[in-house]
């Protein structure tokens, strides 16, 4: 979006991670010949509701104006033990789902009542649920499992994109909000520093992968894509989908998926986003502007 002359706001968990992407952004943008100033950096932290809630008020201090696309598409995944953060929520719950419920109903009231995208980032993952989801168990206190947790994590975000959409075609703000949930694929990402464990991946970052390592990387590549490519489907549907962006739709590979049935369970979405207003703080109103 930042080549084709977009404003862009960033986020990040510390200022120096913000400045630092930044400057990648626009050293990328200017390797193609483009130049863009019009890339920001603010700090955000999903597992601090504190931080979260406040970022609205950082956001209107950019004096940018209405938000036309919000992208939530940071998290974690595969954590393999239940970690909490430190609001008390298991962590994956606040990361994946919890902080981006909260921080789309605090930039609500900035999002373009011309035309708006939410666009959640969920994954394939949701099946990792096995279709079961428990309300009661929303922060692995009755059961945890690293993938299991993550499964519920992008179920959650579906359930979110699908009652947010529902309650805004009820509230009559149809007309202007569309909102979308997407697997952007196997992405070579830091996401996996999970699955390494944190001290093994800075280890691999730092200093570079043994031979072992290097041919275990290299074999996993051919079934990931790059960074670029794993934001195709982002870019696509933020950009407007040529014109066609159905609404709390699935999306991969730019095209619109049909989910497992019990991945369409309103009562279920519509109760997570009660129990979300009530675990985050939050009253999200979509009649308030």
Do not use: C
Not at 80 to 106: I, M, Y
Not at 184 to 192: E, R, S
Not at 276 to 289: C, P, Q, R
Request: hydrophobic fraction near 40%; proline fraction near 2%.
């Amino acid at each position: 979006m930042g080549a084709a002359g977009a404003t862009v706001v960033l986020t990040s968990r510390t200022a120096q991670k913000g400045e630092k992407a930044v400057e990648n952004v626009e050293s990328y943008l200017a390797n193609k010949g483009i130049k863009n100033s019009k890339i920001f950096s603010l700090v955000l932290d999903l597992d601090d509701l504190q931080s979260v809630k406040s970022f609205p008020a950082s956001f209107k201090k950019l004096g940018l104006g209405e938000i036309s696309v919000l992208m939530n598409n940071a998290g974690v995944m595969a954590i393999p033990d239940r970690q909490l953060t430190k609001d008390g929520f298991e962590r994956t719950f606040q990361s994946n789902h919890l902080g981006h419920f909260v921080l789309t109903a605090g930039l609500f009231p900035f999002l373009s009542r011309n035309k708006s995208t939410i666009i959640n980032v969920s994954s394939e993952g949701y099946l990792f649920s096995g279709g079961k989801f428990d309300l009661d168990n929303l922060n692995g206190e009755k059961d945890y499992g690293a993938w299991t947790s993550y499964g519920y994590s992008k179920l959650e975000n579906i359930f979110f994109t699908q009652e947010l959409q529902r309650r805004a075609d009820e509230s009559g703000d149809s007309s202007w909000l569309t909102a979308v949930s997407l697997h952007p694929g196997a992405v070579q990402t830091d996401l996996g520093r999970n699955i390494a464990g944190e001290e093994k991946w800075n280890q691999i970052k730092n200093n570079g992968a043994s031979p072992l390592e290097m041919t275990i990387l290299k074999a996993l590549a051919k079934f990931t894509l790059t960074v670029e490519e794993g934001a195709s489907t982002q870019v696509f549907l933020a950009a407007g989908a040529d014109g066609k962006l159905q609404k709390g739709a699935f999306y991969e590979n730019m095209k619109v998926q049909k989910l497992r049935d019990f991945a369409y369970d309103a009562t279920k979405a519509n109760e997570l986003w009660n129990v979300s207003e009530k675990l985050g703080g939050v009253n999200f109103n979509l009649a308030s502007k």
